[in-house]
């Protein structure tokens, strides 16, 4: 199972960016797809999950600027982030856990290289 997230880069305050997540050896049914991201000094935080029966779940920070959706067709999960402040700077990771969705690190087996968000202010 590979994941590649890509989409990141450079974006002002209160722009957007969108990252893709293409998943290669395995569907993501029924599986949880997570995003997390890592800010330098800092530990792994959730941010996003999308799973069985299209649940998702948000971290309390992303405040509804960040949406998680999935195309079947293209084993393809999106995160499209709007209203970009300078805190979310950071790596930004995908990842597949298992059945249930979740925003613990703990439940995700398979992690992609990860894809650079910067916001400047």
């Known amino acids: 199972v590979q994941l590649q997230a890509s989409g990141g880069g450079l974006v002002q305050r209160g722009g957007s960016l969108r990252l893709s997540c293409v998943i290669s050896?395995?569907?993501?049914?029924?599986?949880?797809i997570g995003w997390f991201r890592q800010a330098p000094g800092k530990e792994r935080e959730g941010v996003s999950c999308i799973g069985s029966f299209h649940s998702r779940y948000y971290g309390d920070f992303v405040k509804g600027r960040f949406t998680i959706s999935r195309d079947g067709a293209n084993n393809t999960v999106y995160l499209q982030m709007n209203s970009l402040e300078p805190e979310d700077t950071a790596v930004y990771y995908c990842?597949?856990?298992?059945?249930?969705?979740?925003?613990?690190?703990?439940?995700?087996?398979?992690w992609g290289h990860g894809t650079l968000v910067t916001v400047s202010s």
């Open positions: 050896g395995s569907t993501f049914d029924p599986y949880a």
């Open positions: 990842a597949r856990g298992g059945l249930y969705c979740s925003l613990q690190s703990e439940s995700y087996n398979f």
